[in-house]
């Protein structure tokens, strides 16, 4: 290996005993090096021809049937197993990269221009990569594994459910589906597996107020639309802590305001917007009509009217518990006794996964990356090529089990 560790060793390098299979770490040069290439070559949201071409050339290489064109530049590789059986999950990886400047300084750092991997998603697409030339080349298993490389989770732009529309689910018949993410700040060697909500759901919403403009020096001839803004501000900040269950779980941030072209003049109009974080389809509901009302009655005190825009967003990712379950089952068995971490906490990050795990059983695993990465979307992140090993081993025995 380029660092001078054995490959035999790498299951120890962080003192930890790991359960890793032999053939995928003895291919660690490999998957370093395409997921260094992945780096070097980043593409953003549906723009991913040139890394949809690379994988479509590696799965080929590996002997698996690829199916292209799901939300543009997804694929999807059929690895049939060499026993007979009617079940088949799939394994989801997400291929796009940040419209973002990198400053590592790396060797391998992007040769685009505005363009980084600084969410790890070289990695995850590597990890299923060698995860998928493992499993082709022993086929151990009944039933039917499809490997899923999914184009624009970042942004908003929700290549998964441009997936699901483009017919991956009546096409690719399976029981479940799987996504893994790295994370920063858990240790190597860890994982987490929610039984139930992981990351929140997020929806942007805009509020237009609207008044009667005037004379900055008179505006007793005026109904004073940015004051109106003000008060909204202020009221909206009591949603949380005042109607919401403490127990539930909301983030409203207000991060757009909007108003008037001149200083002498009173505009007749001003926006407010900004985002909305819950965990359950109940609280967003709620919270959604609340930001409206709250909003519309501060106005009035000034004769203004409100009228709310909604952009909906990606919903909660809410693992099904007993695939949870099992998913931890897994990770102890590849990640030894105290590879199960159960401390962390849901986030108020959303995650376009959850329109696949709306549609079908299975859970969203997070794999540790280091306590000492930089964190996600940072200019300086580079995905931990220790994992590598680690979450393409972790596929591979999912398969095998959840297919036994």
Known sequence: MKDGTKPEQLPYRMGKKMNLIKSIVDNQDDLMSWRQHLHQNPEIAYEEKDTSDFVAAKLESFGIEVHRGFGG????GVIQGNQP?????????????????????LPYASQRDGRMHACGHDGHTTMLLGAAQHLAATRDFPGTVYVIFQPAEEGGNAGARSMINDGLFEKFKMD?????????????????????????GADIFILTID????HAA?????KDPVVAAGMTIMALQTLISRRLDPFDQAVISLTRLDAGSAYNVIPSTATVGGTLRTM???????????????????ASTLGCTVSMELRPGYPPTINHAADALFARDVIGDVLGDNGVDTSLTPVMGAEDFSFMLQQKAGAYIWLGAGTDSEFLHSPHFDFNDD??????????????????
Do not use: C, F, Y
Request: charged share 20%.
């Open 218 to 222: 008179m505006p007793q001839q005026s």
């Open 73 to 76: 530049t997804g694929l999807v």
């Open 85 to 105: 059986g009617d079940k088949a999950v799939g394994l989801r990886a997400d291929m796009d990269a940040l419209p973002m400047p990198e400053q590592t300084n």
């Open 280 to 298: 359950k389809s109940e609280t967003r509901a709620q919270m959604l009509a609340e930001i409206e009302q709250v909003a519309s009655q501060a």
């Open 176 to 200: 479940s589906v799987w996504g893994m993410h790295n994370w920063p700040g858990l240790e190597v060697g860890r994982a987490v597996a929610h039984t139930g909500a992981a990351m929140a």
């Open 387 to 404: 994992l590598l090993p680690i979450g393409a081993s972790l596929w591979v025995k999912l398969v095998e089990a959840k297919l036994a």
């Open 211 to 214: 008044g009667k403009g005037g």
